[in-house]
């Protein structure tokens, strides 16, 4: 062999590698509506919320600075990350009813996390926030609702459908009707009751033992139950969907009174406990060592939660106003076009593949759990499948290398968003929340002011072709602007226009990953004059 050979596969064999012939466990915890700085190791001393567990997770393992959502909301979000695609490619929901008698996407069960990981040999369990879309039984065979379901029987179509051996779930948010709890799709307990919450107090159909402050403390309960039965001999997947720190604002007994920054971080301490009562569990069955346990939220922190239990129009302005910033140094929050609705933390911990304390700047999506998930069990996916999922495996085992992905297409509730590099572009003029919601108030500016201003600006009436031209659309350099203050669209209309048609090749190739060309469920265009997602006085511009 020659000599210089030799150095080069002592190296090899040296490298910590991420195909151990035993499979990892996998445990994903998903918090709802936790803002990036809501964590202490992302926020330091603009965070005024204790999380020691999240901390000595990220202490143990991989920090990820530059991961994104596709979505600044919850469903679709969920979406992208168990399907690899994005979500804006699916077609309409069916079966469709109020908040959590929404009904699922055809199609999203094509494909998941949980059959990926299925045919690899392992078991899967979800525990937790569901939101994917239910088919329940209806006393009338028309759409399910407020009072046209059966709950004496089963789910139609749920989890089961998407692969998972195991579930135990809330079909919505815990401040969306029914509350009450599904397991492997039958319903626990007697869903007689009508209950709602503070927030909203969407009053609807409950069990008549299903408590809001309960909630959490159940899923831990469920999370340790499924662990608990796991062996070695056998890998297995766990996708924990926490309900907070979404509104309703309601910690469990032994938060309330915890921080000392009021009721809301009673709340994100309790999710904070999430990551101690996983790590036990698995310490207690001696898989610890080869789990890689993953946690991340499905977007920002929402604007109209904090300490006043009320859902009230930009409260989290109080809690900015005490010294806690839950969007870190970013701009915006849930709903919106900025980082501060799209950028969330991201943690790995996996003893012995993973470096501890460490960080990494690679841009990264939600959507590449399934591409990621593929290459750590070698995983085979057809050509159809998780279309939009890049794997970041190797950024697992050296987090400096470069990272695969480019590029990555998020959206606002009321806009595309296009990441190329350290530019972003938001095919809106402001904030891309929605216009007429007191619940988005706080992401300044907003759709009405910004469309005008825009307008004004232009001084004429627009073409469809001018809506994606500056003043109508936010060009920034995150590499020096990570707040998103100055938009660079009219000086650089060049770069404008070739995220443009970045976005629009992603469309018409129904894919953004190499591959045959794909379709989307629906068709699909950047921005339309006749969009609903415009204002209505722009939308009347055409008539």
Known sequence: MPLRILPILLFVLLLPSLHSAEKPNIVFILADDLGIGDVHCYGGERCLIETPNIDALAAGGLRFTDAHVNYSACGPTRRAI???????????????????????????????????????????????????????????????GLTNVDFTKPLIHGPIQFGFDYSFILPGSLDMY????????????????????????????????????????????????????????????????LTAPHTPTSPGVHWQGKSELGVY??????????VERVMKALEAKGLDENTLVLFS????????????????????????AAGHYSNGPHRGYKFSAYEGGLRVPLIARWPGVIPEGATCDALVGMNDFMATFAELTDGEMGDEEAPDSISF?????????????????????????????????CVCPGSGTPADSENAAGSDPMPGVAWRAA??????????????????VQLFNLANDIHE??????????????????????????????????????????????????????RALVK
């Open 297 to 320: 939220s499905d977007h920002g922190p929402a604007p109209y939660a904090g300490n006043i239990l009320a859902a009230t129009p930009a409260q989290i302005k109080q809690l900015e």
């Open 265 to 274: 971080g009673d709340f994100v301490m309790e999710v904070d406990h999430s």
């Open 393 to 425: 495996a190797k950024l697992l085992r050296d987090p400096e290398v470069e990272g695969t992905r480019k590029n990555l297409i998020m959206e606002s509730v009321r806009a595309f968003v296009v990441r190329d590099g350290d530019w972003k572009l």
């Open 485 to 538: 203050d100055v938009n660079l669209a009219a000086e650089h209309p060049e770069r404008v226009a070739q995220m443009v048609a970045l976005l629009r090749k992603q469309i018409a190739d129904g894919r953004s990953t190499p591959g045959p060309v794909l379709k989307n469920d629906k068709n699909v265009k950047v921005v339309s004059l006749e969009d609903r997602r415009l204002p209505e006085f722009v």
């Open 455 to 472: 307008l004004d600006q232009f001084g004429g009436t627009p073409v469809e072709s001018d809506l994606l031209k500056a003043p109508f």
């Open 178 to 241: 029914p509350y009450a709890f599904a397991r492997n799709h039958v319903w626990q307990g007697e869903v007689t009751a009508q209950k709602g919450w503070s927030a909203f107090n969407r009053v609807g159909p409950a069990a008549q033992d299903f408590e809001d402050h309960e909630v959490l403390e159940t899923f831990y309960g469920e999370a340790e139950t499924f662990i608990g039965k796991q062996k070695k001999d056998r890998p297995f997947f766990l996708f924990l969907a």
């Open 82 to 144: 168990m399907t690899g695609r994005y979500n804006w490619r699916f077609g309409s929901a069916v079966n469709h009813g109020p908040w959590g008698f929404c009904g699922p996407r055809p199609g999203t069960e094509n494909s998941t996390l949980a059959k990926l990981l299925e045919k690899s040999g392992y078991r899967t369990g979800y525990v937790g926030k569901w939101h994917l879309g239910t088919v329940m039984p209806t006393l009338d065979g028309e759409t399910q």
